[in-house]
């Protein structure tokens, strides 16, 4: 009894090792519609233009050359003839006039510079009041004097600095700063003692206004450039 008791499960055995064919069982579930599409409308509050300032400063050469270089305009029509600084001054105010976070300096500059805008505080900085910058546009004829770029440079670093410490954190990101530096010739007096080469000092201020974007986190700061000429 012992010796069928073996060959009975030998044979159990070889059964349960005999290879056979996978077969694939069908799918019994179905791929889930997960995605869909909506379509509406929404309304927002019209944008504040003055969350987004917009600075402009005029720097303006008074030295004596432009008296040559930029005299009154002759037979313009009307009771005083500006320079032509003057009258590009004019026309960008009114292309672009102030208010609505739009706001204007005026710097002149000769052997010395001059802030001749002021702000809301009473202190020199931007406006947004036009008769202050077209008020003083006759001024501009009134010349003499050295080139000083180093004096307007500096002084206009120290205006713009003013204006953004003054912005807050969201309103400085979104601050565009444009300069404008109208200029008949080279700097006056040249400490470098080689004539049309830019002295370190002058480059040196305008290196430092370029860095108060990153400096100061701003959308823009952009400095052009104007050269006056007599012809």
Excluded: H, W
Excluded at 49 to 59: E, G, H
Excluded at 181 to 194: C, E, I, K, V, W
């Amino acid at each position: 009894m012992r010796g069928v008791r073996l060959v009975v499960l030998g044979g159990a055995l070889a059964v349960a090792c005999a290879y056979t064919d996978l077969e694939r069982v069908p799918a019994t579930v179905q791929p889930l519609n997960d995605k869909f599409s909506v379509t509406g409308q929404f309304c927002t509050g019209l944008p504040n233009p003055a969350d987004f300032p917009v600075r402009i400063l005029f720097m303006a050469d008074i030295s004596g050359s432009t008296v040559i270089s930029d005299p009154p305009v002759k037979n313009c029509g009307a009771a005083v003839c500006l320079t032509r600084r003057g009258e590009a001054i004019e026309e960008t105010l009114k292309k672009y006039p102030p208010g609505d976070g739009i706001a204007y300096g005026l710097i002149t500059f000769a052997s010395n510079a001059s802030i001749l805008t002021t702000g809301k505080n009473r202190l020199p900085g931007f406006t947004t009041d036009a008769n202050q910058v077209l008020t003083k546009l006759p001024t501009l004829a009134n010349a003499q004097g050295q080139t000083s770029y180093t004096s307007a440079l500096s002084l206009a670093y120290q205006m713009l600095q003013a204006d953004m410490n003054n912005l807050g954190t969201t309103a400085r990101g979104r601050a565009r700063y444009e300069i404008v530096f109208m200029s008949d010739g080279a700097p006056d007096p040249d400490n470098t003692g080689a004539g049309e080469s830019l002295p370190p000092d002058v480059r040196t201020d305008v290196l430092n206004i370029e860095g108060l974007q990153a400096s100061q986190g701003l959308a823009l700061v952009s400095l052009n450039t104007v050269y006056i000429n007599a012809y």
